[in-house]
T-cell receptor, first 111, second 116 residues
Framework: GIQVEQSPPDLILQEGANSTLRCNFSDSVNNLQWFHQNPWGQLINLFY???GTKQNGRLSATTVATERYSLLYISSSQTTDSGVYFC?????????????FGKGTRLHILP | GAVVSQHPSWVICKSGTSVKIECRSLDFQATTMFWYRQFPKQSLMLMATSNEGSKATYEQGVEKDKFLINHASLTLSTLTVTSAHPEDSSFYIC????????????FGPGTRLTVT
């Protein structure tokens, strides 16, 4: 099955800093999503981005499908950005629509 | 975006008892729902795919007789943990596509199960 690798596993930054999270995947994809898991466990949809670039406020994401990676950018970090960021993908040849999660990047923003 | 709910949000049960977790799609119909479990500080692991009106498809290593899945309607899937043991304590999350033809998936708020 498709493999998903996220880096870095952990990231500690001062408030106001910028950060880049990376997701590498091993095969072509139908779906790639970025999620933020809040302290209560809820997965917050950030981006649905199997290819191209999207922006939403301080967050933006780029997926280069031909090179099999995606990047999530967080600018001017705030303490509320802390949490775990997951990348999840669905392989192109997958017929059952299931998505596979990477291990996540744990982000901690210091005040 | 589509809304998925789960009930209960948390539950504590004794070893040997069974617990049922509900996953509902509130504003769309879901022919397929997915069940994941998450241990502390780990990623989400897919347990099974729930198919409306047919049997669930379980991932390798997941005991289908222990984790019973029923998808009786287009808006409700249930996961029953039977004869629960402390090692079943985990965070269970369900998700689904929103039925629009997009591949984007939406997830419920999760259920935290503690087995004593």
């Amino acid at each position: 099955g498709i493999q998903v690798e996220q880096s870095p596993p952990d990231l500690i930054l001062q408030e106001g800093a910028n950060s880049t999270l990376r997701c590498n995947f091993s095969d072509s994809v139908n779906n790639l999503q970025w999620f933020h898991q809040n302290p209560w466990g809820q997965l917050i949809n950030l981006f649905y981005i199997p290819s191209g670039t999207k922006q939403n406020g301080r967050l933006s994401a780029t997926t280069v499908a031909t090179e099999r990676y995606s990047l999530l950018y967080i600018s001017s970090s705030q303490t509320t950005d802390s949490g775990v960021y997951f990348c999840a993908v669905e392989g192109l040849g997958n017929r059952d629509d299931k998505i596979i999660f990477g291990k996540g990047t744990r982000l901690h923003i210091l005040p | 975006g589509a809304v998925v709910s789960q009930h209960p949000s948390w539950v504590i049960c004794k070893s040997g008892t069974s617990v049922k977790i509900e996953c509902r799609s509130l504003d769309f119909q879901a022919t397929t729902m997915f069940w994941y479990r998450q241990f502390p500080k780990q990623s989400l692991m897919l347990m099974a795919t729930s198919n409306e009106g047919s049997k669930a498809t379980y991932e390798q290593g997941v005991e289908k007789d222990k984790f019973l899945i029923n998808h009786a309607s287009l808006t409700l899937s249930t996961l029953t943990v039977t004869s629960a043991h402390p090692e079943d304590s985990s965070f269970y999350i369900c998700g689904s596509e929103d039925g629009t033809g997009s591949y984007e998936q939406y997830f419920g708020p999760g259920t935290r199960l503690t087995v004593t």
